[in-house]
């Protein structure tokens, strides 16, 4: 073929991906531009001197293609060889944090390389990413046996740990999007429902007056007997699995929520959940958590209130690029990191919103229809884990600016500012269509 | 195995999908739906700085400023910048202790926020403000703010000017919305009445400003921003040296001199004793003047000129002749024989003059101003056959006296002026219990009974006969600037009120000759000017009070009223001193003194001797040391009730001592400032005291 006689790194590569990847780039460039300058300032030197963020992120966007680039000089094989040994890496990297953290901004998660801030916990989804693959494409994994389900946790769940042993619960929540694509490869969905109901039972926990649910549950129970009973055979199973259900909602009721909010999670983490459900903290005294107190200690729901301020007030067309009081005088707190969707939101209002959410969804269903095409079930697995890391990362980013999650500082990938992340992110897509070039072979 | 689970992807992508889907509707609710959040953004980065206008200036007849606008400097703090800021030193230049600092910075807090300035210390004292200035560099936080402040050049016309002060929520309430918190309003006099022409017109300044309130350049601009507008000036008739020289002769006394122009109704001078200093009350010490004076029982604030309600006495006569005569009830040749008292009814009104023949006509009785003769003419026209009962001759009456502009508001542009009191037939009905008779109100004539009148109503009334018929409402404010069709405010000053011209012009003259006898050889020789013809007529009015159960006869309210020159009328002058003795001592040479210093321009050598004598002299009645005591004895008393705190008390107690002899005051009590249960005691044993002394 054509391609044999002249290979070039071009070859079999979506460009459609590339494209998009660049174009949330330019986005984020000019996003934290416009959060970033002052009239007045030489735009092309302060670009070129380094010293601001966007010049920063610049150097940053160059780093990650440079890395990208020897992404795609590499032998696809080379992943699938060396996963095991990047994921060995990654967990000595988290591990390294302990004796060598800096604190910046109450976490302990980052390590300070020269005028680098190294954040492990960010990285280390990429080699997460490359091991579950590898487990999961192995010939001997079957969903269906509860060891390989423990096996793929496990590789899961090792690094989150440690990612909350650094105060940084809302980096170690991203892990859970792995649990997306051991649903695609076969997790019973079993689990999902169960996952689901839980999630349902702790936000009604935190909504109802706990005795109040439990009567609830009590009665939906006795309901559930008696017709089961009624209506169908009559079985001693269904009492005995009503009933253990009934025991572990209470129990969820009763001490995990309690624990949690209390063992678990830090204040502020706590208060920013209930905030959102606009509710007092009912844990607020019972808190035993050491942590950071967050750095300016202003009201718990300040930073939603002036993100959804500024996002409000884009209205629909936006208030133009630039003209945003509510970003450009700091309004919002941390708005190049994470708080970036509120520059656009107020800039461009609902119609840039919507197109920036437009070129995510594409890029999202880019990358499911990428990994539904691949002949290696490696290649698949790893192509649903960037695109579960990333859709957790958008949305979950996403509704805490406009008041919809609790605020965890996770950003929002290749628009927010910081080196860590665009350069994990970038490497996670780089992998995904050096693999997809490849998609001819199989990989073991 | 991948091809068992191919499904799945679709759910995956369902899910994917499905939370945009929530996230667009949220921001479409945000952005689109909700329309709060532009007007949030815009209370957070845009700050509305209102720009005050210069309040306009006052003016007297020659262009002279009564008023002008100066700076004065408050000391502004902004609470979270102060903190680094050197409270020691900061104190010390202020003269404070730490504990007000800090209370201060907690008001300052509470009223504002951390973030923005609130005032910390206002109008600082030049000295101060220099000192501050100097060393504002130690204190960050601190800043010296300007604020514009009335000033008085001449340092009169406090009671015709009034003063500004800032709106309350009353009239933040009642402008509807239209004056702010800070502004300031015109509280009194002029500044009250004419404040929409004095205001001018706010100018607002879009200031941009971060999160931490720091501003930080125009908003769009300045495009949407708006200039102030200067208030407009006022010219007055007001004569600043007349009105200097009428506080002056006020001063130290109980009363008032109202001077005005009769062929226009200008108020020339307006003086009302006791008296202050308008720059008292813009300086730095405005608050605790201004308390001192409303506690004053003698009430330096109240306008006597148009507030204080007195009986007028003879300055009625002429009035109650002119009416008789218009009647027809008497003749100018008519008579009676006075033999020093009126016998008519079935008490006896006394009569000053004893001689015969003082009362043998008009224009004697005028001059010698006979009390039986008055009195005679007043039950004359109350009589009068012509109306068959003395109930209509006494509407009759009542519509001439308010045909004077006696008995209700004048209209003067001054706000909160009284109506005084002209007695008709409902108020006698209801004491009488309607059988009267003309010796019921036979007074009235000599000026007594139930009549009040104010002092600028003395002056009108004195407008109308110099004018022979008609009169302007007496005004101060000739015009003001750039007055327009809109401006109504002036238009009732400009119309003419015939309100007696049908009483023929030759009645007036006997009236008039009357009058100019009192002054060239009757009652008011004092009030003499060489080369001019004075109409005057002098009056003593009876009065007494009640102070602690027992009604004390005072003395009389001396008083004058006067137009000249007789031939072309340019000035009435009309004076009330009260307590004071016979008309002739004190009010008709202050009348006289006023209508020389504006006719003549200047006094006569001579006459300095006499305004020396008359600034000089003090004659408040002594019954107010003992009521200024007992007032602020109940109000102590009051407080301490409320606050339990015997400071109150204290305070008030050692007074005792400064109450001259010949009143009823107890024996001073003393207290020993030990026991708060001690003083309460002794405050009950000084009341049952004053009890038992006046039961």
Not at chain 1, 43 to 68: D, E, H, M, P, W
Not at chain 2, 47 to 58: L, Q, S, T
Not at chain 2, 394 to 401: D, G, P, S
Not at chain 2, 510 to 530: C, S, Y
Request: hydrophobic share 45%; net charge positive; charged share 20%.
């Amino acid at each position: 073929m054509n391609n044999q006689r002249n290979p070039t790194i071009s070859k079999g590569v979506d460009s459609t991906l590339i494209w998009l990847y660049l174009l949330l780039v330019a986005i984020g460039l000019m996003s934290i531009f416009s959060v970033t300058y002052h009239e007045g300032d030489d735009v092309l030197r302060s670009f070129l001197n380094f010293k601001t963020n966007y010049s920063k992120q610049l150097i940053f966007f160059a780093a990650s293609l440079l890395i990208g680039l020897f992404i795609l000089l590499t032998d696809s094989k080379f992943f699938t060889a060396t996963a095991n040994i990047w994921y060995a890496f990654g967990i000595l990297l988290l591990l390294l944090v302990f004796p060598f953290h800096t604190n910046v901004k109450g976490t302990e998660s980052i390590i300070k390389l020269g005028g680098f801030n190294l954040q492990p916990a960010e990285l280390c989804k990429v080699f997460v990413c490359l091991a579950l693959a590898k487990y999961l494409s192995r010939v001997d994994t079957d969903f269906s046996k509860t060891s390989s389900q423990l096996m793929a946790a496990g590789i899961v769940f090792l690094p989150a740990l440690i990612t909350i042993a650094q105060a940084e619960t809302g980096l170690a929540l991203v892990f859970l999007a792995f649990f997306l694509v051991m649903f695609r490869e076969g997790l019973p969905a079993g689990y999902l429902v169960i996952g689901f109901s839980l999630a349902v039972l702790v936000v009604a926990t935190l909504l109802v007056e706990r005795t109040v649910l439990v009567i609830i549950l009590t009665c939906i129970a006795l309901l559930a007997i008696y017709f089961g009973w009624r209506f169908t055979r009559r079985r001693r199973e269904l009492i005995i699995i009503v009933a253990l259900t009934w025991v572990v909602c209470v129990a969820v009721i009763w001490l995990a929520v309690p624990f949690i909010f209390t063992k678990v999670l830090q204040k502020h983490q706590v208060e920013r959940v209930f905030s959102l459900i606009g509710r007092e903290n009912p844990y607020a005294n019972s808190n035993t958590v050491e942590g950071f107190e967050p750095v300016a200690k202003k009201d718990t729901d300040y930073n939603v209130r002036q993100s959804k301020i500024a996002i409000g007030s884009g209205g629909f067309a936006g208030r133009g690029f630039l003209k945003g009081t509510q970003t450009r005088f700091d309004f919002v707190p941390e708005q190049s990191t994470d708080f970036i969707f509120c520059t656009i939101g107020e800039g461009f209002g609902f119609l840039g919103c919507l197109a920036v959410l437009g070129i995510y969804v594409f890029l999202l269903l880019r990358m499911v229809n990428i990994a539904e095409r691949q002949r290696s079930v490696f290649s698949r697995c790893y192509a649903y884990g960037v695109a579960s890391v990333f859709f957790f990362h958008i949305a979950i980013n996403i509704c805490m600016t406009i008041g919809l999650a609790p605020v965890i500082g996770i950003p929002l990938p290749f628009i927010s500012y910081g080196g860590t992340s665009l350069i994990s992110f970038s490497t996670m897509l780089f992998i995904l269509v050096r693999l997809d070039a490849d998609r001819q072979m199989v990989l073991r | 195995m991948s091809v068992f689970n191919q499904s799945r992807s679709n759910i995956i992508r369902l899910i994917f999908l499905g939370l945009f889907l929530i996230i667009i509707v949220q921001l479409f609710n945000l952005q689109v739906i909700q329309g709060k959040y532009k007007q949030l953004a815009m209370n957070n980065a845009v700050f509305a700085k209102v720009k005050y206008p210069d309040r306009g200036i006052i003016y007297d007849r020659k262009n002279r400023p009564i008023l002008n606008n100066t700076i004065m400097y408050d000391l502004v703090v902004v609470p979270n910048e102060a903190r680094k800021t050197d409270t020691f030193g900061l104190c010390e230049i202020l003269g404070i202790d730490t504990a007000e600092y800090k209370k201060r910075i907690i008001e300052a807090r509470l009223k504002n926020g951390p973030y923005r300035p609130s005032i910390f210390e206002d109008l600082l004292e030049p000295q101060l403000q220099a000192r501050l200035d100097e060393n504002i560099y130690k204190f960050p936080g601190f800043a010296l703010v300007e604020r514009p402040v009335r000033v008085y050049p001449f340092n009169a016309a406090a009671h015709i000017m009034g003063y500004i002060g800032e709106a309350d929520s009353n009239i933040i309430k009642r402008s509807n919305g239209f004056y702010h918190m800070g502004d300031y309003v015109g509280r009194n006099g002029l500044e009250a009445y004419y404040e929409k022409v004095l205001m001018g017109q706010r100018g607002v300044e879009f200031l941009l400003k971060d999160n931490k309130n720091r501003l930080v350049g125009n908003y769009e601009k300045g495009r949407y921003d708006t200039s102030a507008i200067r208030g407009r000036n006022l010219h007055t008739y007001i004569d600043i040296e007349l009105q200097q020289l009428a506080e002056k002769l006020i001063a130290g006394k109980l009363g008032a001199v109202v001077a005005l122009d009769p062929k226009t109704g200008g108020i020339l001078a307006m003086a009302s004793g006791p008296n202050y200093d308008p720059n008292s009350l813009t300086g730095p010490n405005k608050q605790k003047n201004y308390g001192r004076m409303v506690l004053d029982v003698r009430a330096p604030l109240l306008n006597r000129a148009i507030q204080g309600f007195y009986p007028p006495g003879s300055t009625y006569k002429p009035l109650g002749a002119l009416i008789a005569l218009d009647e027809g009830v008497i003749t100018p040749a008519n008579g009676i024989g006075c033999t020093g008292a009126y016998y008519g009814c079935n008490r006896v009104v006394r009569c000053t003059e004893h001689w015969q023949g003082h009362s043998a006509n008009l224009r004697l009785s005028i001059a010698w101003s006979c009390n039986s003769f008055f009195s005679d003419v007043f039950r004359k026209t109350i009589d009068n056959p012509a109306y068959h009962s003395s109930r209509a001759g006494l509407v009759k009456w009542t519509e001439y006296m308010h045909r004077f502009g006696l008995g209700h508001r004048i209209g003067v542009d001054l706000p909160s002026e009284i109506g005084a009191n002209v007695p008709d037939t409902t108020q006698y009905d209801k004491e009488y219990r309607r059988s009267w008779n003309s010796c019921t109100m036979v007074t009235i004539g000599i000026g007594q009974d139930k009549l009040t009148i104010t002092p600028l109503q003395m002056a009108n009334s004195m407008a109308i006969i110099a004018n022979k018929g008609y009169y302007y409402i007496p005004h101060f404010v000739k015009n003001f600037e750039n007055e327009t069709e809109k401006d109504t405010v002036l238009r009732k000053y400009r119309q003419k009120h015939e309100v007696l011209t049908h009483i023929p012009k030759d009645v007036y003259d006997i009236v008039q000759q009357g009058m100019q006898d009192v002054v060239d050889h009757g009652t008011a020789r004092v009030a003499q000017i060489p080369g001019i013809n004075i109409c005057a007529k002098t009056g003593t009015a009876e009065n007494k009070t009640v102070l602690d159960g027992k009604v004390i006869q005072l003395k009389d309210n001396s008083m004058f009223v006067c137009f000249a020159p007789r031939e072309d009328p340019k000035i009435c002058v009309a004076v009330v001193v009260q307590n004071a003795g016979y008309g002739a001592t004190w009010a008709a040479p202050i009348g006289s003194l006023m209508v020389e210093k504006y006719l003549t321009d200047s006094l006569r050598s001579e006459r300095v001797a006499e305004v020396k004598r008359i600034s000089e002299a003090n004659i408040i009645p002594d019954y107010f040391e003992r009521l200024q005591f007992k007032t602020d004895s109940v109000r102590a008393y009051k407080w301490f009730e409320l606050t339990k705190d015997s400071n109150y008390i204290r305070k008030y107690l050692p007074r005792h001592h400064s109450v001259k002899k010949g009143n009823q005051v107890p024996a001073p009590v003393v207290v020993k400032p030990a026991k708060d249960q001690m003083i309460n005691q002794n405050l009950y044993a000084k009341r049952s005291t004053t009890d038992k002394r006046h039961p």
